[in-house]
């Protein structure tokens, strides 16, 4: 159980100006400080996506994702809230494969500029990682308010999340690990 577990990041929104970017880059860097997990970042800006190519094979054009994901012990996605849901070019990214989440799990970070820090797109987000084959973890990270968590260099201001981010994260390495023996076993 000593192995690292590898488990992308994805940051689920291409929008200029991305408040998002603070809150993704800062949940990286704090896995990164681990040393039960081996991070890699992934941001949905960097996906030439298709117009009309969608459903089985199209994963082959995306190698670095795909081949990633296959790796991966353990996914997190990092999500705006928009209009009470999820960005769509997230969706366009999740949906270019399929069985390769299959039991793993997923830990999920929402942030709003509201009061309710995307606790609305992660409800919105479970039944689609579900369908996925995701397991998602129970302990959300939620960044409300965004515009007042970071300084202009990206620091938090807000202490209070360096033991959020603790408890967001052995949760996600217990549901890594877990899937990851099932996987290896059953
Ligand atoms: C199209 C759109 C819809 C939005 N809908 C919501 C919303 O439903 N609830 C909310 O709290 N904030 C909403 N926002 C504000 C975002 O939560 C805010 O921009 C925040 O900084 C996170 O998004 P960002 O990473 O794009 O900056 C919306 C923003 C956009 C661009």
Same mark, same amino acid.
């Given at each position: 159980?000593?192995?690292?577990?590898?488990?992308?990041?994805?940051?689920?929104? *291409?929008?200029?100006?991305?408040?998002?970017? $603070?809150?993704?880059?800062?949940?990286?860097?704090?896995?990164?400080?681990?040393?039960?997990?081996?991070?890699?970042?992934?941001?949905?800006?960097?996906?030439?996506?298709?117009?009309? $190519?969608?459903?089985?094979?199209?994963? $082959? $054009?995306? +190698?670095?994702?795909?081949?990633?994901?296959?790796?991966?012990?353990?996914?997190?996605?990092?999500? +705006?809230?928009? *209009? =009470?849901?999820?960005?769509?070019?997230?969706?366009?990214?999740?949906?270019?494969?399929?069985?390769?989440?299959? =039991?793993?799990?997923?830990?999920?970070?929402?942030?709003?500029?509201?009061?309710?820090?995307?606790?609305?797109?992660?409800?919105?987000?479970?039944?689609?990682?579900?369908?996925?084959?995701?397991?998602?973890?129970?302990?959300?990270? *939620?960044?409300?308010?965004?515009?007042?968590?970071?300084?202009?260099?990206?620091?938090?201001?807000?202490?209070?999340?360096?033991?959020?981010?603790?408890?967001?994260?052995?949760?996600?390495?217990?549901?890594?690990?877990?899937?990851?023996?099932?996987?290896? *076993?059953?």
């Amino acid at each position: 159980m000593s192995e690292k577990l590898y488990v992308p990041v994805l940051l689920g929104t *291409n929008r200029k100006d991305r408040q998002s970017d $603070h809150v993704a880059k800062w949940v990286f860097a704090k896995m990164q400080e681990r040393d039960d997990m081996e991070p890699v970042y992934f941001d949905v800006r960097d996906f030439d996506l298709p117009r009309d $190519h969608y459903g089985t094979e199209i994963g $082959h $054009h995306f +190698p670095e994702w795909r081949d990633a994901v296959i790796r991966a012990d353990g996914l997190v996605i990092v999500t +705006p809230e928009y *209009n =009470h849901g999820y960005p769509g070019a997230l969706k366009s990214v999740l949906d270019l494969l399929l069985k390769e989440y299959i =039991h793993k799990a997923v830990a999920l970070v929402g942030v709003s500029a509201g009061p309710w820090g995307g606790t609305r797109v992660i409800e919105s987000l479970v039944p689609m990682v579900r369908e996925l084959g995701l397991a998602v973890t129970f302990t959300d990270l *939620n960044f409300p308010k965004v515009g007042t968590k970071f300084d202009e260099d990206g620091n938090l201001l807000d202490d209070a999340y360096q033991k959020r981010v603790k408890g967001f994260l052995d949760e996600l390495v217990w549901m890594a690990r877990a899937l990851k023996w099932g996987r290896e *076993n059953l």
